[in-house]
T-cell receptor, first 114, second 114 residues
Framework: IAGITQAPTSQILAAGRRMTLRCTQDMRHNAMYWYRQDLGLGLRLIHYSNTAGTTGKGEVPDGYSVSRANTDDFPLTLASAVPSQTSVYFC?????????????FGPGTRLTVL | AQSVTQLGSHVSVSEGALVLLRCNYSSSVPPYLFWYVQYPNQGLQLLLKYTTGATLVKGINGFEAEFKKSETSFHLTKPSAHMSDAAEYFCAVTENTGFQKLVFGTGTRLLVSP
């Protein structure tokens, strides 16, 4: 693989169910990010990690959790999904958290919570 | 805190016409600014970025943007639109609070007609 992969591509989920969105990068980037994209709102940061073993909250963290056990993987978990979490989710990574560093994005996961 | 405003959720141009997508930012510190493009059903891809130095920045696919501090603007232009330019464009600014994160605008969808 080259770049960032996300799984699943899309998912329909019943409210109240637990769901983990997977993200893997092979670029050995230190920093990783999870965004949600909603019409008219652009991309909003959910959680981030500037290096393996550390995570931080973004703009809209409620209802989501992340872990960073190693450099390559950054899963996003919805403990009990709600309809307002219906969105397109993008994972991204960058060399480090420096201000000028480009973020590379995965293809996204389209999640529908009913 | 940093913020970005993109004027116009949709911009329509004819093939061969000038493309102008507007972006204004708010930042209490010198900003680093980015334009990303999103093609249908794909993740975001970096078009260009301004960090320091020359205020006119050239990117991929013939796009360029000019940083104007006095106007707090970073508008994206292309002299002649091509059908393949139809996509959604996002302006972003880095947030200068500890770990550097991107703050995105709400996006502008560019429509190109023959």
């Amino acid at each position: 693989i080259a770049g960032i992969t996300q799984a699943p591509t899309s998912q329909i989920l019943a409210a109240g169910r637990r769901m983990t969105l997977r993200c893997t990068q092979d670029m050995r980037h230190n920093a990783m990010y999870w965004y949600r994209q909603d019409l008219g709102l652009g991309l909003r940061l959910i959680h981030y990690s500037n290096t393996a073993g550390t995570t931080g909250k973004g703009e809209v963290p409620d209802g989501y959790s992340v872990s960073r056990a190693n450099t390559d993987d950054f899963p996003l978990t919805l403990a009990s999904a709600v309809p307002s979490q219906t969105s397109v989710y993008f994972c991204a990574s960058s060399v480090e958290g420096a201000r000028y560093n480009e973020q590379f994005f995965g293809p996204g996961t389209r999640l529908t919570v009913l | 805190a940093q913020s970005v405003t993109q004027l116009g959720s949709h911009v329509s141009v004819s093939e061969g016409a000038l493309v102008l997508l507007r972006c204004n930012y708010s930042s209490s510190v010198p900003p680093y600014l980015f334009w990303y493009v999103q093609y249908p059903n794909q993740g975001l891809q970096l078009l260009l970025k301004y960090t320091t130095g020359a205020t006119l920045v050239k990117g991929i696919n013939g796009f360029e943007a000019e940083f104007k501090k006095s106007e707090t603007s970073f508008h994206l232009t292309k002299p002649s639109a091509h059908m393949s330019d139809a996509a959604e464009y996002f302006c972003a600014v880095t947030e200068n609070t500890g770990f550097q994160k991107l703050v995105f605008g709400t996006g502008t969808r560019l429509l190109v007609s023959p």
